[in-house]
């Protein structure tokens, strides 16, 4: 086994365990320390009388506040050990107390209490050693020595322990803004989902409605229409039930190794489609031009642009009363211009609701934006700009 692999765990546990606990334990082992050297003393030099262990014990037992009050600690540990080695000459061979309450002071001390801590104690070292019966050099360097890496041992304690709190406060940081960027991308979704089964569902049912209602009218005199208009509306319901599967299957099935279990959303190539379909089961004349080169956009404008047709012309179906409408497609080098022009009753029919605030939402999530008013010749007309791929960053802001 090796050192790391037991010392990891020891260590862990003093720093949950109570902390006057761990000082107490450590104040007697400094107290049990001092006290070997008056136990077994070296040659010649006379034994501690109780009040000089009483003195040493003074630079044990105040160790037990120092977390609690590390300052006053150290100045109760300070005061007494140069009266221990004053009072029991030689001082004694090691600075136990002193030790510890430097690393105190290092690891919890204000700035100008630890200046001041390492400053007395070089400073009282050096008098005390006075008092010895010629003093060796090396005395004097191991003595200064143990000072200064006691305090050099709490400042990398200190620094340990900011970086480490530092590192933390970080991980939760990023972990609330993770949880933030997964809450705003789940309300997202839920937006994006919402627009697009309201997109699929009204321009289905509408028209079905459609169909429904002209199916009756004609369905004993031109048996061929009533026809046509019922394959229509099982058409709509086929078609709104296939986008919604798609829609759905996101929600609720992993996607497979090659991506290829979803079907692709529509786009600007599919827009020839919905203009004939909406023709074809209305009645309703509809148009489509489009002028300048086309340029690939990104995969979610291309599913913005056919959604915006589809509830624009949703709209005309349900609420204008028109007779025609127009789709324009206009390809500059920085984006594409739609515009879905009807003859009908124009903005004062009740047009609107959730169908141009969808369309607003899905122009803004792509950068763009979208206008809806009143056309030049009357009607009702909607324009909606979609950037390009290149200046799609830069929209987006």
Known sequence: MSARSWIAPVVERLRTANPYAV?????????????????????????????????????????????????????????????????????????????????????????????????????????TMLHKEDPQPFEYAFHLLSVVC???FGVLARVQRAYTAELEDRARRLERERAADTARAIA??????????????????????????????VVRS?????????????????????QLRRILGVLKEPQGKGGSWRLPQPGVAELPGLVRQVGESTGLRVQLRTSGTPRPLPPDTEVAAFRVVQEALTNTVKHAQA??????????????????????????????????????????????????????EGGFRVVVRLPAAVDRQAALG
Not at 83 to 104: F, I, K, S, W
Request: glycine share 10%; charged share 20%; net charge negative.
């Open 23 to 127: 000082d107490s334990a450590l104040a007697a082992l400094v107290l049990f320390a001092v006290s070997l050297q008056w136990i077994f003393p070296d040659d010649g030099d006379v034994r501690l009388t109780w009040q000089g262990w009483l003195i040493g014990a003074a630079t044990a037992v105040p160790l037990v506040w120092r977390r609690k009050a590390p300052f006053a600690t150290a100045w109760a540990v300070s005061v007494a050990t140069p009266a221990q080695a004053v009072y029991h000459a030689p001082p004694p061979d090691v600075m136990y107390g002193g030790m510890v309450v430097l690393y105190t002071m290092a690891t919890l001390g204000k700035p100008w209490q630890r200046r001041v801590m390492l400053v007395g104690w070089l400073v009282g070292v050096s008098l």
């Open 222 to 242: 031109d048996p061929a229409r009533a026809e046509a208009a019922f394959d229509a509306i099982a058409a709509a319901g086929r078609d709104a039930m296939a």
């Open 323 to 376: 007779t025609s409408a127009t789709v324009e497609l206009d390809w500059t080098e920085d984006e594409l211009t739609l515009t879905i022009t009807d003859d009908g009753r124009g903005p004062g029919s009740g047009q609107g609701g959730h169908g141009l605030i969808g369309i607003r939402e899905r122009a803004a999530a792509c950068g763009g934006s979208a206008r809806v008013g009143r056309g030049p």
């Open 150 to 152: 006691a305090y050099g």
């Open 188 to 217: 997202q979704e839920r937006s994006r989902i919402a627009r697009d089964m309201h997109d699929i569902l009204a321009h289905a049912v509408s028209l079905m409605v459609v169909q429904a209602e002209a199916g009756p009218v």
